[in-house]
């Protein structure tokens, strides 16, 4: 059952784009969004508040949702350019890629990256339709140091778990932010023994 935070700002970011909902529009509205994670659903009525202009849609919303995958022009730059190179990435990512390598292949690099982006676009559209969670999975370039530094970012953004990202480079070291934690809940623990 939605909250009624999530009613009113559905409610109010809809008469700000120049619609009012009756309260079983915007339940059937917020039904739309059920798949959602509510705090996700309302920074993207945030984000539809500033941009919009005209009818709020589902879809709005939607394409706006922070759901862990990278935009369109952030996936592209993250796209290995050898062999060598080491990514995380998401199955969209990889998928829009291999739509796009024979383009590249090729030597055409303005077409691969318009193929990258058209293709990722539409799956992350329907990703986010089906209310599929992002899944994030390595693909090993040749260079050992790569891998490392590839494996090491996607465990400190919370892309990968450390256990799988060591699983594959046992010398990856701990993270900070892994280890920070660590240290912060052994403090309230010593802390919460003491008292």
């Given at each position: 059952?939605?909250?009624?935070?999530?009613?009113?700002?559905?409610?109010?970011?809809?008469?700000?784009?120049?619609?009012?909902?009756?309260?079983?529009?915007?339940?059937?509205?917020?039904?739309?969004?059920?798949?959602?994670?509510?705090?996700?659903?309302?920074?993207?009525?945030?984000r539809?508040?500033?941009?919009?202009?005209?009818?709020?849609?589902?879809?709005?919303?939607?394409?706006?949702?922070?759901?862990?995958?990278?935009?369109?022009?952030?996936?592209?730059a993250?796209?290995?350019?050898?062999?060598?190179?080491?990514?995380?990435?998401?199955?969209?990512?990889?998928?829009?890629?291999?739509?796009?390598?024979?383009?590249?292949?090729?030597?055409d690099?303005?077409?691969?990256?318009?193929?990258?982006?058209?293709?990722?676009?539409?799956?992350?559209?329907?990703?986010?339709?089906?209310?599929?969670?992002?899944?994030?999975?390595?693909?090993?370039?040749?260079?050992?140091?790569?891998?490392?530094?590839?494996?090491?970012?996607?465990?400190?953004?919370?892309r990968?778990?450390?256990?799988?990202?060591?699983?594959?480079?046992?010398?990856?070291p701990?993270?900070?932010?892994?280890?920070?934690g660590?240290?912060?809940?052994?403090?309230?623990?010593?802390?919460?023994?003491?008292?």
């Amino acid at each position: 059952m939605p909250s009624s935070t999530l009613l009113q700002a559905v409610a109010v970011t809809a008469e700000l784009c120049g619609r009012t909902f009756s309260e079983p529009a915007a339940r059937v509205f917020v039904d739309d969004l059920a798949g959602y994670p509510e705090p996700a659903v309302l920074s993207a009525l945030r984000r539809c508040r500033r941009q919009v202009k005209g009818v709020l849609t589902v879809q709005d919303v939607v394409s706006r949702l922070d759901d862990g995958r990278p935009g369109p022009q952030e996936a592209w730059a993250a796209i290995p350019k050898s062999e060598a190179d080491s990514v995380v990435w998401t199955t969209e990512m990889a998928e829009a890629m291999h739509a796009a390598q024979p383009l590249l292949d090729t030597g055409d690099k303005v077409g691969a990256r318009m193929a990258f982006l058209e293709v990722y676009t539409r799956l992350v559209g329907a990703a986010r339709d089906a209310g599929q969670p992002v899944e994030w999975s390595p693909s090993l370039g040749h260079d050992a140091r790569g891998r490392e530094a590839a494996l090491r970012e996607a465990v400190e953004k919370g892309r990968l778990p450390y256990e799988q990202a060591l699983a594959i480079a046992p010398a990856l070291p701990e993270p900070t932010n892994l280890a920070i934690g660590k240290l912060a809940a052994e403090a309230i623990k010593r802390i919460g023994s003491a008292a």
